[in-house]
């Protein structure tokens, strides 16, 4: 059922529609857009105010891990060696040189029969004072005697057991008999009758160089006479 309004009451519908003030429409749309603007802002400014804040602490991590890592050593003694060893190959280590032995050169010896001869007379005349008989001289006894004054000569002293072995070794095969003697020395200046002197004024005892000149027991001499660098060596071997 429709209603039907008078013409009186329009007009004055009318005219109170417009001597009324206009009310403004509620702001819908603008607190939509604020709303909108603030949800949308809110992370802008967030955003805004956390890039500061992360680019602090970004700087913060550098330094403090550079100041980590220029209070702590770059690599480590220890480590450094243990990674040179793995990446480098082991060395070839140097050959260890021996050491060399000194060997006295061997020398031809020159012997001095003359110096030989002489001594076979000095040790007789004494044997002859003293009422023994005179000695003769024996080819072996001489060959082992030259060759133990070689050996002297090229080591530069006397001795009776040395390089070339015992006084036993060299003089009982010599003799052939298995008693032996011998005398060594060294002569200055071809003074063999200093050499003999010298083992004459020996006191007598069981065993010396002037005992074995004057053993009633030895019959054979064998005297050898070698040059060498400081001195003319001689060796006396006696036997029975």
């Known amino acids: 059922m429709?209603?039907?309004?008078?013409?009186?009451?329009?007009a004055t519908l009318l005219l109170i529609a417009l001597l009324s003030p206009a009310i403004p429409a509620p702001p819908a749309k603008v607190a939509a857009s604020a709303a909108t603007s603030g949800e949308r802002a809110v992370p802008v400014a967030r955003r805004l105010s956390r890039e500061p804040q992360d680019a602090m602490r970004a700087a913060d991590l550098a330094i403090s891990l550079d100041a980590t890592l220029m209070s702590a050593?770059?690599?480590r003694a220890g480590d450094a060696a243990s990674r040179l060893e793995a990446i480098a190959p082991t060395p070839t280590p140097a050959p260890t040189r021996r050491p060399v032995p000194v060997v006295v050169a061997p020398q031809s010896?020159?012997?001095?029969?003359?110096?030989?001869?002489?001594m076979l007379e000095l040790i007789n005349a004494s044997r002859a004072a003293g009422g023994l008989v005179p000695l003769a001289t024996d080819d072996r006894a001489s060959a082992a005697a030259r060759a133990h004054s070689a050996a002297e000569s090229r080591y530069g002293y006397v001795y009776h057991d040395g390089?070339?072995?015992t006084?036993?070794?060299?003089?009982?095969?010599?003799?052939?008999?298995?008693w032996y003697g011998e005398n060594t020395g060294k002569i200055w200046n071809d003074n063999v009758a200093a050499l003999h002197v010298e083992?004459?004024?020996?006191?007598?005892?069981?065993?010396n160089h002037r005992t074995n000149i004057m053993?009633?027991?030895?019959?054979?001499?064998g005297i050898?006479?070698?040059?060498?660098?400081d001195a003319l060596y001689m060796t006396m071997v006696f036997c029975r």
């Open 109 to 118: 010896a020159v012997t001095d029969p003359s110096a030989e001869r002489r």
């Open 73 to 75: 050593p770059l690599v």
């Open 224 to 229: 050898g006479a070698v040059e060498g660098r």
């Open 163 to 165: 390089p070339d072995g």
């Open 167 to 178: 006084a036993a070794s060299r003089n009982v095969p010599a003799c052939g008999t298995g």
């Open 199 to 207: 083992f004459m004024s020996e006191p007598w005892a069981p065993i």
């Open 2 to 10: 429709r209603a039907r309004i008078a013409p009186a009451c329009v």
């Open 215 to 221: 053993d009633p027991a030895f019959r054979r001499i």
